[in-house]
Nanobody, 115 residues
Framework: QVQLVESGGGLVQAGGSLRLSCAAS????????ISWYRQAPGKQRELVAS???????NYVDSVKGRFTISRDNAKKTVYLQMNSLKPEDTAVYYCNMRQLGFNYWGQGTQVTVSS
C-alpha cells in the first residue's frame, strides 16, 4: 500500500506563488509516475503535470511556463512550484502515483487564487 500526503495549499493573490508537496510512504518502488491533478468546483478533474522516475515531465498547456514539477527520489517527495498564479488556477490539487498498474491518490489540498 502507498500513502500520499499533499501540503502547501492556501490562499494567494493573483500573480503570487505557492509550492505544493506530495510525500509518499509505504510500498513505493523506483519506477513510477507521479502527477498533479486539479478539480475546480463543477468541473472535471484535469491532469496538470506529471513526472516519471527519470524526471521527464509533461504539463497541460494552461500551466506551461508557470508551473514546474520536480521530484526528490531520496525523500520520496514530488513538488509543484506554481508561479504567476491566476484565479482560474483555483481548485483542489491532488497528487497521484501510478505504479505497477495501480493508482494511488492523496487527499487533496485547496489552492485559492484571489483576483
Amino acid at each position: 500500500q502507498v500513502q500520499l500526503v499533499e501540503s502547501g495549499g492556501g490562499l494567494v493573490q493573483a500573480g503570487g506563488s505557492l509550492r505544493l508537496s506530495c510525500a509518499a510512504s509505504g510500498n513505493t518502488f523506483s519506477i513510477n509516475v507521479i502527477s498533479w491533478y486539479r478539480q475546480a468546483p463543477g468541473k472535471q478533474r484535469e491532469l496538470v503535470a506529471s513526472i516519471n522516475t527519470s524526471s521527464n515531465t509533461n504539463y497541460v498547456d494552461s500551466v506551461k511556463g508557470r508551473f514546474t514539477i520536480s521530484r526528490d527520489n531520496a525523500k520520496k517527495t514530488v513538488y509543484l512550484q506554481m508561479n504567476s498564479l491566476k484565479p482560474e488556477d483555483t481548485a483542489v490539487y491532488y497528487c497521484n502515483m501510478r505504479q505497477l498498474g495501480f493508482n494511488y491518490w492523496g487527499q487533496g489540498t485547496q489552492v485559492t487564487v484571489s483576483s
